[in-house]
């Protein structure tokens, strides 16, 4: 999937998310907040400017949020974005009311919508994690200006091709069919098993 696919997904299949923001003494604070709308390169929420909220979006200009679907663990879809974010203000509000008119219910008249100001999430990364997949899948993906980032384990040309790590590997995704030994990023739970008994040191973690 595209950056798009996964931030339709996350405003259409999730919408409710889980989003973090520090506080003046850089302690995390939570919130559950509404993906409202995205375009292929951004994702789009409201909040009203007399929240603390507001106050945090406005000092930091960074969030992190995540959003699960799925009945239980073994189901579920995992979304988790990193990003900027920059107040876009009043004119896309009606908008993303019209969108998602539950909202309508919360802020009820024309004047007590005065209250919400809009912001844009416009630049950032995330990740896809799929647990009901066996063996499970896992993405990254950029957007905006951001470039994607290279995280996980890698096995490095020191691999003696032992296989000592296949055997501690949870979701068996270590390809020894030549050396160095590759592993396959988009199954990997990155537990950290196989650094840990590597005997030569050949896996890092980026």
């Avoid at 960074?62 to 073994?74: E, H, N, P, V």
Wanted: net charge neutral; glycine share 8%; hydrophobic share 35%.
């Amino acid at each position: 999937m595209q950056a798009k696919d996964y931030l339709t997904y996350l405003v259409n299949e999730i919408h409710t998310c889980i989003v973090a923001t520090a506080d003046d003494n850089g302690l995390p604070v939570t919130a559950a907040i509404d993906m409202m709308d995205c375009d292929e390169n951004s994702l789009y929420f409201l909040t009203a400017k007399g929240k603390g909220f507001y106050d945090r979006l406005k000092k930091q200009k960074y969030i992190a949020l995540t959003g699960i679907k799925g009945k239980d663990t073994m189901t579920s879809v995992a979304l988790s974005v990193r990003g900027k974010v920059r107040e876009i203000g009043y004119d896309l509000i009606p908008k993303l009311i019209d969108k998602n008119p539950y909202m309508k219910e919360i802020y009820p008249t024309q004047e007590s919508r005065k209250a919400l100001t809009a912001f844009q999430i416009c630049e950032g990364g995330g990740e896809w994690f799929d647990l009901s997949k066996k063996p499970i899948e896992r993405a990254s993906f950029s957007f905006g200006k951001a470039d994607r980032k290279e995280e996980g384990y890698f096995i490095t040309n020191a691999c003696i091709g032992c296989e000592t790590c296949g055997s501690v590997c949870p979701q068996s995704c270590i390809d020894f069919s030549n050396i160095p030994a590759v592993i396959w990023q988009d199954h990997c739970l990155r537990c950290g098993n196989c650094a840990e008994v590597c005997p030569v040191g050949a896996v890092e973690r980026r």
